[in-house]
């Protein structure tokens, strides 16, 4: 089943959205990822309608207008912006039709970068087709390759990369 976060991580590396999604998990030792699911907490904490489970996404923060998704930092914008355009779709078909808002926190700085996002049409063909690509991938054989790119070294997943 397609998660928010494989979209994700399909556009962030697809070798890392194969591993995900056929349960190779290092994600509980990454650094990285406990950061943000800190953040996710304290933010959860302070909020009403924070984390909320629909069928296969969880959702950040919903309102009467926005869907709000959360990211520790603006390392991968292009991938943060389709996952929450993932779960717009899963919302609209759900007959909820709101605006995105992607909320960036930086750690250790005090402001915070936050973009609007609307689903359009197109972007919705182009998420059927990135759905079918993914579980293409998922059920391949073939493993994709290794980036080698800077932020490799900091990915949960670098072990079963480069180790």
Known sequence: MITGTLVNYYFHCKRQCYFHG???????????VKVGKAIHEKKAANLE?????????KLDKLTKEYLTEIKKSDADPVASKWQLLYYLKV??????????RLEFVEKNK???????????AEQEKQLEEIEKDIEKLLISDIIPPAL????????????????
Do not use: H, Q
């Not at 056929?22 to 990285?32: A, V």
């Not at 309608?49 to 996404?57: F, G, H, R």
């Not at 915070?112 to 689903?119: A, D, F, R, S, V």
């Not at 080698?148 to 180790?163: G, L, P, Q, S, V």
């Open 22 to 32: 056929n349960r190779f998990n290092l994600e509980d030792n990454s650094e990285d």
């Open 49 to 57: 309608n924070a984390e909320i489970a629909i069928d296969n996404i």
């Open 91 to 100: 919302l609209k078909k759900k007959g909820i039709e709101r605006k995105g």
């Open 110 to 120: 005090k402001g915070k970068k936050i973009e609007i996002i609307e689903l359009v």
């Open 148 to 163: 080698n790119e800077a932020k490799c070294k900091k990915c949960a997943y670098y072990e079963y990369c480069y180790i």
